[in-house]
């Protein structure tokens, strides 16, 4: 009986260990996957406003930094940054035309059957500015504007990626981008469409 026990503690230590082992190696093949690639994009395109949006600006030309990066198995981690200066649609007094910053963070999924078309999304947090005179800043403020003072909004994104030309070190491709601002009374929608070229770095 005495053995019986010390056969049966051996075994499941035995067990516990090889769990051990195999959960070890399982978080070190997604350890080793996080972050094994590192790639840095430039970005250039043109932006189109949908909704309330087209009464009030015109189509703004684009341009933008990004980094992708390994995150898990099937899936990149994505920074962009963008910068668009948007024009008022037809003649709006004292106002010349609104600067924007863009920040996104977001994933993108490596789908096999759509490969080499990738799809994402993920968040993203916009600064605006009025580009105005100094002289007319009490004009902005007696009508309660804010764009004049900076204005942050966030919302969220889907992209569709697509690689059109690939060499060992560098990708070109298309990227097409919407996105929605949830500032309310009501949401902004916009749609990007433009070309990039990314490099890897390791």
Request: a negative charge.
């Amino acid at each position: 009986m005495k053995n019986l026990k010390v056969a049966l503690l051996l075994i499941l230590s035995l067990a516990a260990c090889a769990l051990a082992q195999s959960g070890a190696s399982e978080t070190l093949a997604v350890d080793s996957i996080a972050f094994s690639k590192f790639y840095v994009s430039i970005e250039g395109g043109e932006k189109y406003p949908f909704g309330n949006l087209v009464d009030a600006v015109d189509n703004a030309y684009y341009v933008g930094l990004g980094a992708r990066y390994a995150y898990w198995e099937d899936f990149d981690g994505i920074i962009l940054f963008q910068y668009s200066y948007f024009e008022p649609h037809g003649k709006v007094p004292h106002i010349y035309g609104v600067h924007e910053v863009s920040g996104k963070l977001g994933l993108d999924y490596r789908w096999k059957l759509i490969s080499p078309l990738v799809v994402g999304a993920g968040f993203l947090c916009n600064w605006n500015r009025a580009d105005y005179d100094e002289k007319n800043r009490p004009h902005f403020e007696s009508q309660g504007g804010t764009l004049t003072d900076n204005e942050t909004e966030f919302g969220w994104f889907a992209r569709l990626n697509l690689p059109v030309f690939t060499l060992e070190n560098y990708r070109a491709g298309l990227n097409v981008l919407w996105e929605q601002v949830w500032t309310l009374p009501e949401r902004s929608n916009m749609l990007s469409v433009g070309l990039y070229v990314e490099r890897r770095l390791w």
